[in-house]
């Protein structure tokens, strides 16, 4: 029998060893272990945490604005506000708001093009109204450390209340994202009455190749006066969990951990005190997840569209390439649960019929895959990979690059019996060897996949 993958539920995103020195009084006592250094520069403790905070909000109107703006946001914030009000006095620091319009040569034109990028918080009835929107007032936020959580709350209520007062449309400077009044309450305010927030829906995640994996970067942290955090040579398999370790750190930084001087970070998800990021960072097989891993915390290089805020580097202990040390410590916090495998039999027809479609298709699609892959744009291949016992397991591996006659990328399944292999493994094989394929276009367009169809469809009908 062939084992094949079931529908691939995980598509996108240390051995602890501990020897006792029994020392005899005549023998000299051990040498103690040397201390662990950072990969890097830590990151410096004084940065950790700024004094001030600056970020802002623009609201673009989709026609020029009848009345006063200014005027009218800043009644609306005497009015109702408090936590936003008071002028900034030294020594006595207390938040400000300064709202501005913006001259229409400061404003880029919003096409089609931004909106695919940056618009999947606008509402299908509002993206209409945004394109082309050439009027716009900026709401900007200077607010102290000590007060950042409750000037968040009443800087994202005042937002949305003028936002929706002057039929406009939002779009976060920082996080780079156009919004809906209607999305905005729903992700900014709805749920949270004060207190630590839930950070997942205050800051964004970009994902992109760099260096023949992923780069995961956030922006938003600046408006908890924080730093926003990185991760470097993420394989692409594995960027779901790396995004659920980088919510947990960047939760719990917002809830008060602090690196070591040394650079330390010990990461513990059994201390993550809000709700909805303990849900999103449950435990893929709690059997086998520690939930704490001991990581880094170092001083991150800085990136073409980087925000302008200091880098923290999630950075991975111990030996082995970047992408086993990630997964070691994924594996410590999360768990390690190999994926469903359905059996088939060699020479199936329905399923090599299937292959044959996909390598028709792939040939099609080579001159754009030659060109470079570049998210949001995906490329998975499923082929068979030789089995401890000498048989094959047919797993899916996200494409990178291809070469000649050879698809390469990293593994995105975890092995059911290839103990050489694991999620994330940098593997390659042959176009003639591939029996499916998982294409996202850049439009967010999907095609392909159809042996997990009719794996699926076998399973629910207990062939």
């Not at 009455?193 to 760099?210: F, K, L, W």
């Not at 960047?250 to 059994?270: C, H, I, N, S, Y």
């Not at 073409?304 to 580097?313: F, K, S, Y």
């Amino acid at each position: 029998m062939f084992p094949h993958r079931a529908p691939l539920a995980r598509l996108l995103g240390v051995l602890l060893l501990s020897l006792t020195a029994l020392a005899h009084a005549a023998e000299p006592s051990p040498k103690a272990p040397a201390t662990p250094k950072a990969p890097g520069t830590p990151f410096p403790q004084e940065v950790l945490h700024t004094s001030e905070l600056f970020y802002s909000v623009l609201l673009f109107h989709p026609t020029e604005p009848k009345g006063n703006v200014v005027a009218e946001a800043n009644a609306l914030l005497a009015a109702k506000y408090k936590e936003l009000n008071g002028a900034w006095k030294s020594g006595a620091p207390a938040p400000e708001v300064v709202i501005e319009r913006v001259s229409q040569d400061k404003l880029d034109p919003i096409d089609e093009e931004l909106l695919r990028y940056f618009g999947g918080k606008v509402e299908p009835e509002d993206r209409k109204r945004l394109l082309g929107a050439k009027h716009a007032t900026a709401l900007n936020f200077h607010i102290p450390f000590a007060k950042r959580h409750e000037s968040l709350l009443a800087a994202m209520r005042f937002a949305h209340q003028l936002a929706t007062q002057q039929k406009a449309l939002l779009w976060d400077a920082e996080t780079r994202e156009y919004f809906s009044p209607k999305s905005w309450k729903e992700m900014r305010v709805d749920g949270w009455t004060g207190g630590v927030p839930s950070i997942p829906a205050h800051i964004t995640m970009h994902v992109y190749a760099s260096r023949g994996a992923q780069r995961m970067v956030t922006l938003g942290m600046v408006k908890l006066g924080l730093p926003d955090l990185v991760v470097e040579q993420v394989p692409g398999s594995m960027t779901t969990e790396m995004g659920k370790l980088v919510n947990a750190v960047a939760q719990l930084l917002t809830e008060g951990l602090e690196p070591a001087k040394t650079g330390e970070l010990a990461v513990d998800l059994t201390r993550v005190k809000d709700a909805r990021v303990q849900r999103m960072v449950a435990a893929d097989d709690p059997k086998t997840a520690r939930r704490n891993a001991k990581l880094w915390a170092i001083e991150g290089r800085r990136d073409n569209g980087d925000p302008e805020n200091p880098l923290l580097e999630i950075a991975f202990p111990g030996s082995g390439s970047a992408h086993e040390r990630q997964l070691a410590a994924l594996d410590g916090l999360f768990g390690k649960k190999p994926d469903n495998i359905t059996a088939a039999p060699p020479g199936d027809p329905e399923l090599e019929a299937v292959a044959r479609k996909a390598r028709a298709r792939l040939n099609e699609l080579r001159p754009r895959i030659a060109k470079g892959i570049h998210p949001p744009e995906v490329l998975l291949v499923k082929a068979g990979f030789r089995t401890d016992d000498d048989n094959l397991e047919y797993m899916w591996m996200e494409v990178i690059t291809w070469e000649k006659d050879r698809l390469k990328g990293t593994l995105a399944n975890e092995p059911f019996n290839v103990s050489r292999l694991r999620r994330g493994s940098p593997v390659d094989v042959a176009e003639s060897e591939v029996q499916d394929y998982l294409y996202m276009s850049p439009n967010g367009t999907r095609e392909g996949g159809e042996s997990s169809t009719i794996l699926m469809r076998r399973e629910q009908q207990g062939q």
